[in-house]
């Protein structure tokens, strides 16, 4: 098992959504968040005071998989993510120790895999 | 000043600045039904219109409408408004100077309507011109044939607050503007929600505030046919937001918001041509069949490749459409002391309308298209996919709506030529 993190445009979220349902990736959090990725800084002003707006908005998208869906999760995540300038996001895929699904109580495996009620 | 009355030109200043804060209400209306990424750049395009078509208006858009009794165009006359002064203007009680400022917010409020069919994607410099543009060659020259001894009103056509030059020129302008201009890229590809509905209640409300002094001022005095317009513009909205509500029921089941505060502009728009020629009672009725029409092209609009945004031809072209046309029918002599109706054996007057919706969506409709495909082949005047996508806030004004100013850092006078480096990247 594992927990992919998909951090990406707000602008791409919608085709990282078609992505991942195309790949049958059906469980998964998104979260608005704030980062910084090295892309280029915007330059905004206020009344005369000129800041440098040093986070962007960000999308991240947390999905626990069995392992043998990493892959095309990662996929669908990159597929949907880019655009190809600097400030598309990251991927991170860490190993996951423990899932329950509330409602059953059904734990790891079981608890990760779609059911299809 | 001799011919001047006081009472009328009181009601007359304050009417002018009412019609006035309906153009930032329409903004406020308009920036709730947006993306929160690009709800300053819409609102922008309404405080734009005050500036550029107010100096416009001053500088040939009121001569040319208001100047002679020509039957396409007036003159040049009153150009940098000379001879615009204390005394009354002709077939009025109010300083022309009043006059002049009452039009010239008419003017104003119908340039930023057309900005609902661009939002979103067209560039703000691009929007600026057209907006200059249009205000002379689209308002002034419609303006003339309804209001200013043109070949409408000199022919018999009542149209009392505007349904030729605001209601049908802005609709079917924008119509011709969507089909410039083009789709949003992600339009029929994504859910496109407005991002605040209390802003478009909060934004309907005070348009509604405003529209009283729009159709109440349109008698330019204080006399029964402003008395009677203020009145119908109560009666005929309600009456529109009573059926809009059935057929949100009838349709969704649950009566909605959005709906409602479209069905409040619907139902002042279908009054103001009416305002003052029909009775309280066919004005309901005017405001409830009228629903009909705006409700159903809504509805079909967002099921074709048209973007025409923010539903400008439904609700204000439509439904000004209808407006004019009800007078045809409808209007009564004992109500207005002008004319009647068909139903009231003029069948003439419903001659006179027809002409009218004709003409007007006609040339409001070639015009603005002539005029965007113009300033198109000078500038370009969409913004690029990659600036539609990170929002027309910061790409066309360098500001955000909902800015947190978490990560902002305070650049310094003299960092101001800094150029910004990525961070990864600082060498």
């Known amino acids: 098992m594992k927990l992919v993190i998909g951090i990406v445009r707000p602008e791409q979220a919608n085709q990282v959504l078609e992505a991942l349902h195309r790949a049958e990736v059906r469980g998964f959090s998104m979260s608005r968040v704030q980062g910084h990725g090295g892309e280029m800084d915007r330059v905004e002003t206020y009344r005369g005071t000129t800041v440098q707006m040093g986070l962007s908005e960000k999308v991240r998208f947390e999905v626990a998989v069995s392992d043998n869906f990493v892959d095309r999760t990662v996929e669908a995540l990159c597929e949907g993510g880019r655009t190809g300038e600097v400030g598309d996001g990251k991927i991170f895929v860490l190993p996951l120790d423990h899932a329950v699904r509330i409602r059953t109580g059904d734990s790891d495996e079981g608890a990760v895999t779609p059911v299809s009620k | ?427």
């Open chain 2, 1 to 427: 000043m001799n011919g001047v009355d006081t009472g009328d030109t009181a009601w007359m200043l304050v009417a002018t600045a009412l019609v006035l804060l309906m153009t930032p209400a329409l903004g406020l209306f308009y920036a709730g039904l947006v993306r929160s990424k690009n709800t300053l750049n819409t609102f922008m395009m309404s405080i734009a219109a005050i500036a550029v078509a107010t100096v416009t208006w001053a500088a040939v858009g009121y001569s040319l409408a208001f100047d002679g009794d020509g039957a396409i165009i007036g003159g040049l006359g009153n150009a940098f408004m000379s001879g615009v002064d204390f005394a009354p203007r002709e077939g009025t009680t109010i300083p022309e100077l009043v006059f002049f400022a009452f039009q010239a917010t008419f003017c104003i409020i119908t340039t930023a309507l057309i900005s609902g069919a661009v939002v979103e994607r067209m560039r703000f410099g691009p929007f600026l011109v057209f907006a200059a543009l249009w205000s002379i060659v689209v308002y002034a020259v419609l303006a003339h044939w309804a209001f200013g001894g043109g070949w409408l009103i000199s022919g018999g056509t009542l149209d009392f607050a505007g349904g030729v030059p605001v209601e049908m020129a802005s609709g079917f302008s924008a119509l011709a503007a969507a089909l410039v201009v083009g789709a949003r890229k992600d339009y029929g590809r994504q859910a496109l929600l407005p991002h605040n509905a209390v802003y478009v209640l909060l934004g309907a409300g005070l348009l509604w505030f405003g529209w009283f002094g729009f159709n109440g001022g349109s008698g330019f005095s204080t006399g029964e046919g402003s008395v009677l317009a203020f009145t119908n513009t109560l009666l005929c909205p309600a009456a529109t937001l009573v059926v809009w509500f059935a057929l949100d029921l009838f349709r969704g089941r649950k009566v909605t918001a959005i709906g409602a505060a479209t069905a409040i502009i619907v139902g002042c728009v279908l009054i103001t041509p009416a305002g003052g020629y029909v009775s309280p009672g066919w004005a309901m009725l005017l405001g409830a069949l009228g629903a009909f029409p705006s409700y159903g092209i809504i509805v079909w609009r967002t099921r074709t490749r048209v973007d025409e945004t923010l539903d400008v031809l439904a609700a204000h072209g439509t439904a000004g459409l209808i407006g004019i046309l009800f007078i045809g029918f409808f209007a009564q002599e004992s109500w207005n002391g002008v004319s009647d109706g068909l139903l009231y054996g003029n069948a003439e007057q419903l001659f006179d309308q027809v002409l009218a919706v004709l003409a007007a969506p006609a040339y409001a409709f070639v015009m603005t298209f002539l005029l965007l495909k113009l300033v198109g082949a000078v500038m370009p005047l969409r913004a690029t996919d990659k600036e539609e996508a990170g929002g027309m806030d910061v790409t066309q004004h360098g500001e955000e709506a909902y800015v947190t100013g978490e990560g902002a850092i305070l650049l310094l006078p003299d960092d101001h030529d800094k150029v910004a480096v990525p961070v990864a990247d600082p060498g």
